[in-house]
């Protein structure tokens, strides 16, 4: 299936004629960007992105350099000053430190928005570590039901860092109990994605040694809940609302199939079955020796979702905030008082309360180029359609401008893990980016593959070699494009994963688990990224410049406006290219 998120419009027969409409343009407004003296307007400008492809040493966990990849092999061998590794994780996507692992909504933020903000997880330990986040209306909002009522702490258990930390949830229970919450419940969701398999068990440990403590000084705490994350409530794009679905009935209702007397209990068991992983946990709900649920969300309660990044918290916060909510049966919805750790979608003000602010990202590439009669094409599958949108676009829904833009998702498989189906939909598309270009109605065409992301983070090595096969076929089929056209190509990625497929130790080596098999890494990686710059329409002379060594994915954004025919705006990171007079 297929999405088209755009009015029917009437286009001009090709690019070249498109700059003689102009929306929105004030000579004299802050959107016009100035011409670029060298590089000429017009051109087609294809903007591929590579989910989760990493450059490392070749070797046979590194699932990239082991796939048949020839063209992405060509980019790389081809032409030494039109190819270069970017940054792509920590400090250089605003994450606090340069341990901390990149992730696709980071990095499409600052692909698009041209600058570094300070993102979720730095956000939320500024304010947690300074206790603003308890002076601030959202905590106020919902400490009003502390009276009456139990907080409810819904949340991926985990120290990734890309959805949520550990440390984190520590000190909002602390700091909750310390002002005046007197009953909690927490609805783990279990992570081994982002972290090992298996490190559920260590994580609902050490949260249980923090209720054992809250308990002895008089605050009723306890895990009510949990299930595995891409199982329970963490669906994102609509992908599968059934998944939210079982999060509300063991959350809400405190039902689910597997009832245990604790959640250490309940992930042994559940983990003991053939073929568990932590990711796709069962929901599962605690018990008290009547066999009843020990914590289902009730009028009168708080709720707040403590994971910071956005994309597979916004399914949950409708169904918990939405009164005409219809995508499924809700059968009981309790009057609380409902908090995100953030504001997950800005543009639809969701959720309306909220214990930290997200970063304000203006004035991003996409809003600028639009104002400056640039036409552009979105598009991927339903699990990334979100990143060339909404995260492109700084967190922001919808269109800035429908006339000038369209948006094409194409349905995920939904029902299967991603390995089943390695190829996923990068075939289609590569079709649909391929008719945009020959279309001529575009001037910017931007696709993200989910390919090695996705896959990769099945752990499944055999099938995400045919992941990064498929991204690759996917990407010559919109460089043949390119070329019919006169256009140019920029390829890039987000962040690392299908590169490195392995646990290691401090010296590089494969790590060993207790049966002495490789332990797999299903999660990103701290690698660096390519971009590759090309096609008949790149101008002579252009050329990855030498002076910036550590560029990262925000430079992106002013070399692609570049390549529009502009200079970017002032403060934007600067641009990795140049135009060297031959």
């Not at 996507?93 to 992730?103: A, E, F, I, Q, S």
């Not at 949260?207 to 008089?218: A, C, H, M, S, V």
Request: a negative charge.
């Amino acid at each position: 299936m297929v999405v088209v998120w755009m009015p029917s419009l009437s286009f001009p027969r090709s690019v070249d004629h498109l700059f003689i409409h102009t929306y929105y343009i004030d000579m004299g407004s802050t959107w016009k960007l100035e011409d670029h003296p060298k590089l000429p307007k017009g051109k087609i400008v294809a903007m591929v992105v590579l989910d989760g492809w990493g450059e490392a040493k070749p070797n046979k966990y590194n699932c990239i350099a082991t796939a048949d990849t020839p063209t992405m092999d060509s980019l790389k061998n081809g032409a030494p000053d039109k190819w270069r590794l970017m940054r792509a994780h920590g400090t250089a996507v605003g994450l606090p430190t340069d341990d901390d692992m990149g992730n696709s909504e980071v990095g499409h933020n600052a692909l698009g928005a041209g600058r570094i903000f300070a993102q979720g997880a730095k956000l939320c330990d500024l304010a947690l570590e300074s206790g603003k986040i308890f002076e601030g209306d959202g905590f106020k909002y919902i400490k009003e039901s502390f009276a009456s009522g139990t907080l409810h702490l819904i949340g991926l258990l985990s120290d990734g860092g890309v959805h949520s930390r550990l440390d984190q949830l520590q000190l909002l229970l602390k700091g909750a109990a310390q002002h005046g919450a007197k009953r909690i419940r927490i609805h783990v969701l279990t992570d081994g994605r982002d972290v090992s398999d298996g490190s559920s068990v260590g994580f609902v440990e050490t949260i249980e040694n923090d209720l054992t403590q809250l308990r002895e000084k008089g605050v009723d705490a306890k895990i009510a809940s949990g299930g595995g994350r891409m199982h329970v409530t963490m669906d994102r794009y609509e992908n599968d609302w059934n998944v939210v679905k079982r999060g509300w009935e063991a959350q809400v209702l405190g039902e689910a199939p597997h009832k245990f007397k604790s959640a250490l209990e309940a992930i042994k068991t559940l983990r003991a079955e053939p073929n568990a992983n932590d990711q796709y946990l069962p929901p599962f709900v605690i018990v008290d020796e009547n066999n009843k649920a020990v914590g289902p969300i009730v009028d009168g309660d708080a709720v707040v979702t403590f994971n910071y990044r956005a994309d597979r918290m916004v399914m949950a916060a409708k169904a918990f905030e939405y009164e005409n909510f219809d995508k499924f049966d809700r059968v009981r919805v309790p009057k609380i008082r409902y908090a995100g750790m953030l504001q997950y979608d800005g543009e639809l003000k969701l959720p309306s309360h909220y214990l930290v602010s997200p970063p304000e990202i203006d004035r991003t590439s996409g809003e600028y180029l639009t104002h400056n009669g640039v036409r552009t094409y979105a598009c991927s599958e339903t699990v990334k359609f979100g990143h060339v949108t909404f995260f492109w676009n700084g967190n922001r829904s919808g269109y800035f401008n429908a006339e000038m833009e369209e948006y094409v998702e194409i349905q995920s498989d939904v029902g299967i893990t991603f390995n089943v189906q390695p190829k996923m939909k990068a075939l289609e598309i590569a079709e649909k980016a391929r008719d945009a270009i020959l279309s001529r109605k575009f001037h910017q065409v931007r696709v993200n593959l989910p390919n090695g992301d996705m896959v990769g983070h099945t752990g499944d090595i055999e099938a995400t070699v045919v992941a990064c096969k498929a991204a690759d076929e996917a990407v010559k089929i919109i460089l043949d494009a390119v070329e019919q056209v006169g256009g140019i190509y920029v390829v890039t990625a987000d962040h690392g994963n299908a590169e490195d497929m392995v646990k290691r130790d401090k010296k590089g080596e494969p790590l060993l688990d207790k049966d002495g098999k490789v332990s797999i890494l299903t999660s990103h990686t701290l690698e660096p990224v390519p971009v590759a710059i090309g096609g008949p329409g790149l101008s002579p002379g252009v050329k990855f410049r030498k002076d910036v060594p550590q560029g990262g994915l925000a430079n992106v954004a002013a070399t692609v406006m570049n390549l529009h025919g502009f200079v970017a705006p002032s403060d934007y990171e600067t641009t990795l290219i140049e135009v060297v007079d031959n």
